[in-house]
């Protein structure tokens, strides 16, 4: 008989734990989820941000698979043998490289799909297969930093153990790690937001190649101005030294044209929204703003600026017998504005059009100009900040027209939702049309239906735009606009999951302008039809939209 002691079972130490196998139910789980990250969105999607999307859900499945394994192992005592945990790894490893390869294949016939129907070039396998990687060292870096957590969480539970009972020590450990983890991101954030603002904020203070001071003593920052030329930033001095010149105008309507005028305040021009807005007005005075025929208060995006496509139409179509006036509130990129401080938005746009209409509703009906709230995308959000409906667009505007509208905005979110009774979430109806509608293509506004009465407000929506569809909500609850009869641009594939339909589309908001025109987020093919639509000139034609929009159609989006 063997005397020798025998040598106790090797205890696993913090730091085997750190660095032990993973979960094998919880690699089941990352695995089997990976399918559902495969399956369409609304874009598509490039593969590195497919394998970041993927990589992300896999973790999260990961944790609950580890997690319910631990609960079950915990409630019935089992452990299972080293034998049956080998079988276990044999299975998942064969099934699982299967699955994910018969996923990235119908993965890249689902983004072809997508591709086919917003109007981009197709991609083949390998391309989609490149997100593997990606979304495995993804996953790895979000499952170390949960195991990191934890053992940080161990590290104190055992600290405040020596103190206090077991059950005070693990719910402070918790405690103080999940403090240490919202004041690390409290101040990420706050790095990012200031990095953000001294990053932008020097591109700001730059002027575009080819641009130089207005002349003409109808634009913001000449030396006629109120508002300087250095004030205006960036996005300002373009907005003011573009536009189309007089013999454009000329060559277009056959006959001389006015100059159109085109007011603009920046950041630097007053200290706040409201002295801003007020500013504003004084341009408009001072250049004879509330003479001409049209007046478009306009909603910038978050650096400010105004595109091209929809600032130049109503100046063709009025011959330039029109003004154009917005205020800046921001120099970030509109993604970034709305995640730091959105409520400048809505106060710049709210202040900026009570302001201007003040002074409007002080002139004579008959002698004032026909006045149009206007935004796009994050301008959309703040041009319709001052009003609370379709009876406020009727009092207090001639017409008003939004495009690509971001998903809580207001009105538009109300009246999405108390919409006309089986008008599908992408085009609803509102009280039939009378006075709201919306629009996707040309042939959605053209010809006006006589019961479509003014003043006029339209909204261009399309069915595949991320920035009118992501919201919150889509983490745990199911859209409108995929639980009903939905846009033709909107894959038949394309399904609703918890969490990864919101990353879906959280990454598709960055991809809105890389698609063909009339899809995602690129409106500039419906502009001049949705001018026509709202504020037509006296003796506009059909024809005439047509010819403007193709040549609207030449302009490159900057």
Sequence with gaps: MDARPQKAAARPTRRGKFFSLPSVVGTAAGVAVFALTMMPSLLPRPWLMQGVISGIVFAVAYGFGAFAAWVVRRLTKWEPAARTRRIAWLVVIVVGVTWVIVFVALGAAWQNEVRRLVGVSQVDFLYVLKAVPVAALTALVILWLARLLRAASHGARRLFGKQAPRWLAAALGVFVVALVVVVALAAAFKTFEKLSNNIYGKTNATTASGIVQPQSAMRSGSSASLVS??????????????????????????????????????????????????????ELDRTGAFSRKLLVVMGATGTGWIEPQSADPPEYMYNGDSAEVTIQYSFLPSWISFITDKAKATDAGRMLFDAVYAAWKGLPATNRPKLIAYGLSLGSFAGQAPFTGAADFRTRTDGAYFAGTPN???????????RDPGSPEWQPAYEGGRTIRWAARPDDVTPPAATWTSPRVLYLQHGSDPVVWWSPRLVLHRPGWLSEPRAPDVSPDT????????????????????????????YGNMTVYAWA??????????????????????????
């Design 229 to 282: 030329w250095q004030s205006l930033g960036l996005q300002g001095r373009s907005f003011v030294a573009r536009g189309p010149s007089q013999e454009q105008l000329r060559a277009f309507n056959g006959r001389r044209p006015t100059e159109p005028i085109r007011v603009y305040v920046g950041l630097d021009s007053a200290p706040t929204a409201a002295a801003r807005a007020a500013l504003a007005v004084k």
């Design 408 to 418: 809580d905005s207001q009105p538009w979110r109300t009246l999405e939702d108390t």
């Design 495 to 522: 399904r609703w999951f918890p969490l990864v339909t919101f990353l879906q589309v959280t990454v598709d908001q960055f991809l809105g302008t890389s698609v063909a025109n009339g899809h995602g987020h690129n």
């Design 533 to 558: 639509a709202v504020a037509a000139p006296p003796g506009w034609t059909a024809e005439k939209t047509q010819q403007l929009q193709t040549t609207v159609d030449t302009y490159h989006i900057e």
